[in-house]
């Protein structure tokens, strides 16, 4: 009798633990109001910007990251379907780079990140990635790709 009650104890354990993994994906929300940048949005450079978007996921979020580089070459990784007119390929000289990881405060399903960015004076203006990517805490990732330029 011993041996059926700890063979129904560590079933039902381990179907119990089967039944919670977190398999959903996290979620990038950049509808949000005054969620920036948007795909083709334009960045002035010497100026700051404030990035904004809400994510969310069914259990719990874990981390994002941001990712701003230059586009020059017109490599691409977008993830957005309206396209952005492109200036002719060149050499960079003194791009942008910005690359930074946040944490996100546990047990949060909801959370509206705001980053203040500087964009130096004296960056190659032209075409840009800014990458987002949202880790939940069981590790799925989501990744947004928007094409944005840097101006004069």
Request: net charge negative; proline share 4%.
């Amino acid at each position: 009798m011993c041996l059926a009650v700890l063979a129904s104890l560590l079933f039902t354990r381990c179907s119990k633990d089967k039944e919670e993994v977190d398999t959903v994906y996290p979620e990038i929300d950049l509808s949000v109001a005054g969620a920036f940048p948007r795909q083709c949005s334009s960045i002035q450079r010497g100026q700051a910007f404030t990035f904004k978007a809400r994510f969310s996921d069914n259990a719990e979020l874990g981390s994002y990251s941001l990712d701003v580089h230059h586009n020059f070459d017109h490599h691409s990784h977008s993830t957005e379907v309206e396209e952005c007119d492109l200036e002719a390929k060149k050499t960079p000289v003194q791009p942008f780079l910005f690359i930074k990881d946040y944490a996100i405060t546990a047990g949060l399903q909801e959370y509206v990140a705001t980053v203040e960015i500087s964009v130096p004076a004296d960056a190659d203006p032209g075409d840009y990635h800014f990458m987002v990517r949202l880790t939940d805490k069981e590790g799925w990732q989501t990744m947004k790709g928007l094409s944005i330029k840097i101006t004069d």
